[in-house]
C-alpha cells in the first residue's frame, strides 16, 4: 500500500500548511484572553509621541492627538458641535478667475453748487377739447369746447368754465388762456 509520500517536497509542503492551520486554529479558540501580550492602542499613542525627539523628521508640531480608545460606533456630537463653531473668513476673492482683483479708485467726492431754490412747476395743460364750430363763413365764428362731459359755447373774448378766457378763434387754431395762471395755450381746431 502506497501513502503517497514518494515525493518529498509535496510532503513537506503539507506539513507546513498543516502546521499554520494548527496555529490559526489555536489563536481563534484562544480568543484573545491574554492581555499582556498586546498592547492597548492608548499606549502605543502614548508611547508615539515620546519615541520622535523635536527637530527630527518623524516629530509633530500640531496640537495633542485624539485616537479612538474603543471600537464603539456611537456618533460623538461633542466633536460635532466644535466642527460647527469654524466659520470661513475667505478674502471675497473669487477662486475660479486666474485674474488678479482690480484695485479700487478713490471716490472724488462732487461738490454741489447752490443754484437756489428749484423753479416753479409748469402750470398744468388746458384741458378743453375742439369740439366744433358754428357761425357765418364772413362773420364772429363760434366754438364748441368739451371739457369732460361739459360742452361749452363761446366766442373772442368769453370766458367760459370761470377761468379759461378765449383769445382768438384762427382759422386752425385757439388761443385760450387760463386766468388763474396766466398760462396760455394753443388748442388745434381738428376734432379727436
Known sequence: MKL??????????????????????????????????????????????????????????????????????????????????????????????SQPEPIPQPQVPVIKKDTGPPPPPPPPPIPLKFYGFSGPKNGPKQVFLSKGEDIFIAKEGQVIDRRYKILKIGPNSIEVEDVLTNNRQTLPLTAS
Not at 490559526?24 to 508611547?47: D, H, V
Open 4 to 97: 503517497g509520500t514518494e515525493n518529498k517536497t509535496k510532503t513537506a509542503v503539507a506539513a507546513g500548511l498543516l502546521l499554520v492551520a494548527a496555529f490559526a486554529m489555536w489563536n481563534w479558540l484562544r480568543g484573545g484572553s491574554e492581555p499582556a501580550a498586546t498592547t492597548p492602542p492608548a499606549a502605543k499613542a502614548a508611547a508615539a509621541p515620546s519615541a520622535a525627539k523635536p527637530g527630527t523628521p518623524g516629530a509633530k508640531k500640531s496640537g495633542p492627538i485624539q485616537l479612538a480608545q474603543s471600537l464603539d460606533p456611537t456618533l460623538r456630537t461633542d466633536l460635532l458641535k466644535s466642527s460647527e463653531d469654524v466659520t470661513y473668513k475667505g478674502s471675497g476673492r473669487d477662486i475660479f478667475q
